[in-house]
């Protein structure tokens, strides 16, 4: 081997090894970076079943829905309602909207005492054991399904969802009106919140209390131009199973829709 051989053998030698020394700066900076970098803090995991039923609620837009702030002054009197209510049947072809689900359920069971405690109806003892849901097909915004309403905040919480319009109709005898009504809304009881005070006499109690909230719904109805009808001939296992909610019993069905 020459000189010259041997200079060029060193030269790549040394190449080769400041190649490396780098190479292993590099992988040293990154490990350093990786630990100084701190993990972030990792979601706790969901079920399957959960994310499943999460994407399904928020793609079918059900969850938790805010109604509108309800009126508190209104196109016509109270004597004028009172002398125009009917009980209506059929229905104009127009969907129902939020707003007017707002006042309706506001008139029915509103909170309107100062302190949140009283509501827009007479309750014995003032322990409210009427409990509301409707039952949407063609609302504003609402998509068709069941919805329970929670007078503690305004707001409705779906139940299921789906057109049910049909199945109830065929529960109460089959009486069209609930049927084509754009919004049902199923006035329920809650027995032992009153019977808890008054024992059996609270039976009668919950079923006069029925009667007021059926009242300010039909006369609400009336000064937004809906019309309404209590609606007693039901069956009260079929019509409980479709809203699926153990705690209540079904008491009235009120179909409504814009009057013809
Ligand atoms: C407790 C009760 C049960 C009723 N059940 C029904 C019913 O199942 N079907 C119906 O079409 N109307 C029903 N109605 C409505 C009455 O038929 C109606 O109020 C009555 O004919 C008087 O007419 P008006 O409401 O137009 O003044 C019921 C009313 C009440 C108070």
Redesign the pocket.
């Known amino acids: 081997m020459n000189g010259s051989m041997k200079g060029e053998r060193g030269a790549r030698l040394s190449r080769r090894f400041s190649e490396a020394l780098s190479f292993t700066a590099i992988l040293f900076l990154l490990l350093a970076a990786m630990l100084l970098t701190e993990a972030p803090a990792k979601e706790p995991a969901r079920t399957e079943a959960e994310r499943a039923g999460e994407a399904e609620i928020a793609a079918a837009g059900l969850g938790e829905i805010s109604l509108p702030e309800p009126a508190k002054s209104g196109p016509l009197s109270v004597e004028e309602a009172i002398a125009r209510?009917?009980?209506?049947?059929e229905y104009g072809d127009r969907e129902v909207l939020l707003s007017e689900v707002s006042q309706l359920l506001w008139a029915a069971q509103g909170i309107t005492g100062e302190r949140g405690l009283k509501r827009a109806a007479p309750s014995a003892g003032a322990k409210y054991p009427i409990e509301i849901f409707v039952v949407a097909g063609n609302v504003e915004t609402l998509l068709p399904g069941i919805y329970r309403y929670r007078a503690d905040g305004h707001t409705l919480t779906a139940v299921a969802k789906g057109d049910m319009r049909e199945r109830l109709c065929a529960e109460?005898?089959s009486?069209e009106?609930i049927e084509k009504a754009p919004l049902v809304i199923v006035l329920t009881g809650v027995y032992e919140r009153t019977m808890e005070k008054y024992g059996d006499r609270g039976v009668r109690y919950v079923h006069i209390e029925v009667?007021a909230v059926?009242e300010n719904i039909?006369l609400q109805a009336e000064t937004l131009g809906l019309g309404t009808?209590?609606?007693?001939?039901?069956s009260d296992g079929g019509v409980k199973d479709l809203l699926g909610e153990d705690d209540v019993a079904p008491l009235?069905?009120m179909p409504v829709g814009v009057k013809h």
């Open positions: 209510r009917r009980s209506v049947r109460a005898l009486q009106c009667g059926a039909y009808v209590f609606i007693g001939a039901f009235a069905i």
